[in-house]
């Protein structure tokens, strides 16, 4: 995956200061972000689906609405932590797995605000390869994991099965799950969505059993096909507290958080920003293209903008 991110950082101070020369030289707070005039920064997240969000919304901030826009590579955690203190903007794609930091920015603090659905609906869960499932069929409970231990043990798992993992930094209740479930399992990190997707692939391409924590959408899903591996119901609070988590993960209507006063005083390029909502389908296209593709980023990108003005034109500020 291509990506050339400029880093930048900021402070509160900084952005104050920042507002106070804007507000005396035009009058008004627009536009002002992070600091900077006529500048929006957005972080981007270890996956293609939150790089191919950032991309499109920057084709279009900058070729239709003038902006200048930067982007920082962070960990979704880290990621409300900079919209506390106005060193990111915008978050476009929250999967709303870091809830203590939600609770004590937006609800508490209320330095970070909630911006609407992105209009995609992901899912996260436990997934095998279809072929193994099609010769395995009992996989698809996950009451009979314990007995299948030995299609997925590795090296690194030891006498256990394997639950592959992508980053550490992703937020995944597998260990707890396994624990509280008293699974014969062990989680083994490959240590990015990249490197996951490498080992998946060498895995599929021998036909070889794999387990691993994996989410929907996702453009390798098309490469290879998987099949989710069914968890306990969910029942009213069976994730609240971490170390308890014993059930599966929620279908989610992916959210985008912003910065307070971004989202106040942000004018144009907030406005677009919170307007920004498109389907599952087209974030897929433009991951495809960036991935099983192999386009640039940006090409990608402006790819989709050239093919659905119909659809962005909805987005842009009144």
């Not at 293609?48 to 962070?74: C, D, F, P």
């Amino acid at each position: 995956m291509k990506r050339t991110r400029i880093i930048r950082g900021g402070v509160a101070a900084a952005a104050a200061l920042a507002l106070a020369a804007g507000l005396s030289s035009c009058g008004k707070a627009d536009p002002y972000y992070s600091g900077a005039p006529n500048t929006v920064t957005l972080p981007i997240a270890a996956w293609a689906g939150s790089e191919a969000n950032v991309a499109v919304a920057k084709q279009i901030l900058e070729k239709k609405l003038g902006y200048r826009v930067k982007t920082l590579q962070m960990d979704e955690p880290v990621m409300f932590d900079a919209l506390n203190t106005g060193r990111a903007d915008a978050m476009m794609e929250d999967w709303r797995g870091v809830p203590k930091k939600e609770k004590k920015y937006v609800e508490e603090l209320k330095t970070v605000v909630n911006a609407g659905e992105l209009g995609v609906t992901g899912h996260i869960g436990w997934y095998v390869p279809t072929y193994f499932a099609k010769e395995h069929p009992e996989v698809k409970d996950w009451k009979n994991l314990p007995k299948l231990k030995k299609y997925f043990q590795t090296p690194e798992s030891g006498d256990k099965g394997q639950m592959l993992e992508g980053s550490p930094s992703f937020s995944t209740y597998d260990a707890q799950i396994i624990k509280n479930l008293d699974l014969p399992y062990k989680t083994v990190y490959a240590g990015s969505e990249a490197a996951q997707v490498k080992e998946i692939q060498k895995r599929a391409a021998k036909k070889e059993p794999f387990l691993t924590y994996w989410w929907t959408p996702q453009w390798l899903n098309s490469k290879v096909p998987m099949t989710e591996v069914k968890l306990p119901k969910r029942t009213p609070g069976c994730d609240k507290v971490p170390s308890e988590v014993d059930c599966a993960y929620p279908y989610t209507k992916l959210t985008k958080f912003m910065n307070r006063d971004f989202a106040e005083n942000g004018g144009k390029a907030a406005e677009f920003l919170k307007n920004f909502h498109w389907s599952t389908a087209d974030q897929t296209k433009v991951v495809k293209w960036m991935t099983i593709d192999k386009m640039d980023t940006d090409e990608a990108a402006a790819k989709w903008v050239e093919q659905n003005p119909d659809k962005w034109k909805k987005w842009m500020p009144k």
